[in-house]
Every structure is written in structure tokens, then in C-alpha cells.
């Protein structure tokens, strides 16, 4: 996928799911289980054990599918990471060597900040997306409503603090996507491979999203 396919398709799917596991089989269930749900999007964060072979694989089996690295912290681990097949970067910071490095090889990079300074400059360096993180813990739906006011260009991700009674409202306040990770793969359901109740939480998200986004044009 080139860059603007894969911007295109966080874009309009709106879900960021991040896979956070202890091994290489349950990461691809969750990678599988996602794709076959109508979310072709994953983050293989760099705390999972064999994350750039999983990454490699799961770029060469499905074309279409926008994989990419997470918890990404220097410039030699996102080379590394877009070598393998990553079609996005993304860490919970600015670093602007790894933006940098995500830029001069052509790939969608999405860093996190926070503070009204650090999202200013993480977009003024060049992201495609910048993630708030951890939106949760700083005031949630209301925290990405105040951003959004003074900084309407730039395309917010909120991440922490995203489950099934706040999703739409993230979406209401202004952001182009939500991050989700246990609240759309539980870990129970990927220890014991419940593929349906993961389709079923997929499923609510995309229509939540969705429905909020028609609410958005319609009342905002």
C-alpha cells in the first residue's frame, strides 16, 4: 500500500486497533480476526514478542491490509519496522527522529502528544495524524473537544480512555479515529480464540463510528 492508500484507509475506517500480546500466534489471530471483520488496520506493537516477523508476514500475505509498528522510539527501530513491511509508524511520544525517518521513506507516521505544544509540533514536523494519548486520564471526549477548537486542521487519533460508551463521542468532538486496543480484542477472547465475540466488537465500533460521523455533518 502506498502512503496515501494507507492515510486514506485509517481515514475512513476511523479504528486504530493496537495488538499488545505475549506471542507470535495470538498477534496473527487478532491481525486475521480484525481483517475478516471489515477493519483492515493493525498496530503490532514493538513489545510483542517477534513484532517485525509478524509485521513481515502479514504485509506480504494481504496486500490491502494497512499493518503497522507501534511503540516505536528511535529512528533504527522505525528503518527497521518500514523494512519489514510497515505501512504506518506510530509511538505514545514525539520523537521527531522517528518522524523523520518515517518521512524520508514515505510512510504514514502518527505520534502521540498531549499538550497543545507537543501536538503543534508533531504536525508542524510533518505527521500524518497526531495521537493523544492517553486522552483518558486529561479529561477524555472533553480534552479532544478543546483541541479541536484551536487546531481544526489537524487530524486527531485519540487513544486511552476509548471503549463502547465513549467511542462515538470521540468522534462527535472532532476525531478523525480512535484508538482501541483491549476493549475491541479482550484478552480472553484471544486466549481462547472467540472469534465471534471479536467480530461482534468490531462490528459495534465500525457502526459507531459511522453513526457518529453522520451525527457530525449533520449537527456540527
Given amino acids: 500500500m502506498k502512503r496515501e ?11 486504530l486497533p493496537s495488538v499488545r500480546v505475549n506471542s507470535r500466534e495470538l498477534a496473527n489471530f487478532a491481525a486475521e480476526t480484525l481483517y475478516a471483520s471489515g477493519i483492515p488496520i493493525v498496530e503490532i506493537t514493538m513489545t510483542t514478542p517477534g513484532a517485525l516477523e509478524i509485521i513481515d508476514d502479514l504485509a506480504n500475505r494481504h496486500a490491502d491490509l494497512a499493518v503497522g509498528a507501534g511503540t516505536v522510539l528511535d529512528e ?4 527497521r519496522c518500514i523494512d519489514a513491511g510497515a505501512r504506518f ?5 514525539f520523537v521527531p527522529e522517528v518522524v523523520g525517518q518515517a518521512k524520508r521513506m514515505d510512510v504514514v507516521v502518527l505520534p502521540g502528544a498531549l499538550t497543545p505544544t507537543e501536538v503543534i509540533a ?3 514536523a510533518g505527521s500524518d495524524f497526531v495521537k493523544i494519548f492517553p486522552t483518558g486520564h486529561v479529561g477524555g471526549v472533553q ?9 481544526p486542521q489537524i487530524p486527531l487519533i485519540a487513544t486511552g480512555g476509548v471503549n463502547q460508551l465513549t467511542a462515538s463521542d470521540f468522534i462527535l468532538a472532532g476525531a478523525t479515529a480512535i484508538g482501541v486496543g483491549g476493549e475491541l480484542l479482550p484478552k480472553e477472547a ?4 472467540q472469534t465471534d465475540r471479536i467480530q461482534e466488537l468490531a462490528s459495534r465500533f465500525l457502526a459507531m463510528v459511522r453513526d457518529a460521523r453522520a451525527l457530525r ?4
Fill in 76 to 79: 533504527e527501530t522505525a528503518r
Fill in 89 to 93: 509508524i506510530t509511538s505514545p511520544g
Fill in 122 to 124: 508533531a504536525w508542524k
Fill in 143 to 151: 480534552y479532544v473537544r478543546a483541541l479541536k477548537v484551536p487546531l
Fill in 190 to 193: 484471544l486466549h481462547l480464540r
Fill in 5 to 15: 492508500e494507507v492515510r486514506a484507509t485509517i481515514e475512513r475506517i476511523g479504528i
Fill in 217 to 220: 455533518e449533520i449537527y456540527y
